[in-house]
């Protein structure tokens, strides 16, 4: 579980850092990616985009656009490969890439119920939104349907995730000075706890000891 969170915790940085540093292209081959099935969360690239945003590193037009861009190439990659090889090359190519099979499932479940709706309302559910071009591709949806579909979703979620992270990085130094007596309270209670902790233990009853002897 530790080696777990150490390694998201050290790929979120990564990210943040290859955004400051590449700005819309590190924006635009990370969405890609993220719209093709790789591991990449748009949940942290998105508003980590926004909060650039309110440091006037980025503009928040042009995030947008380039997210929706790479959202459109991303998802009509992973059209193409999806109609070209079809499910058990898809599947069993993203096996090696740590592409979770049961992503796929319930992309395919979710598309047989609402078709054409399902690749528009994929594209704002969380994990989901990143498989929802393959059944699509399977099923061979017309692009007059997928294309449309696709830019609408995308463009919900899109702005939505870049404007709460302005948002945030606008308001970040008055959050932070509400934090910081947060964390002074925290730290004061954790020594009170060890404090009566090491209390009881010096002070346990004699029977106590003679019994661990």
């Given amino acids: ?126 994990v989901l939104r990143s498989y929802t071009s393959y059944p699509a591709g399977f099923a061979r949806m017309p692009l007059v349907k997928f294309i449309p579909a696709t830019l609408v979703g995308a463009l919900v979620w899109d702005a939505s995730l870049s404007i709460a992270g302005m948002e945030l990085g606008k308001h970040f130094n008055r959050i932070g000075a509400v934090i910081k007596p947060i964390e002074y309270l925290v730290v004061v209670l954790v020594v009170l706890a060890l404090g009566y902790g090491i209390w009881r233990y010096i002070n346990r009853p004699a029977a106590t000891v003679d019994e661990e002897a």
């Fill in 1 to 126: 579980m530790v080696g777990d969170e150490s390694g998201a915790t050290f790929l979120i940085h990564t990210l943040e850092s290859f955004l400051t540093t590449a700005g819309y292209l590190a924006l635009f081959l990370l969405t890609l990616a993220q719209c093709c099935g790789f591991p990449v969360s748009s949940e942290v690239v998105l508003p980590f985009a926004g909060v650039l945003v309110a440091t006037h590193i980025l503009a928040l037009p042009l995030v947008i656009l380039v997210a929706l861009i790479a959202e459109l190439v991303g998802a009509l990659i992973a059209y193409g490969i999806a109609a070209w090889v079809g499910r058990q090359a898809v599947v069993g190519f993203g096996r090696r890439f740590r592409l979770k099979e049961s992503h796929f499932e319930a992309a395919e479940r979710f598309y047989e119920r609402r078709g054409v709706v399902a690749v528009a309302v994929g594209r704002v559910v969380p």
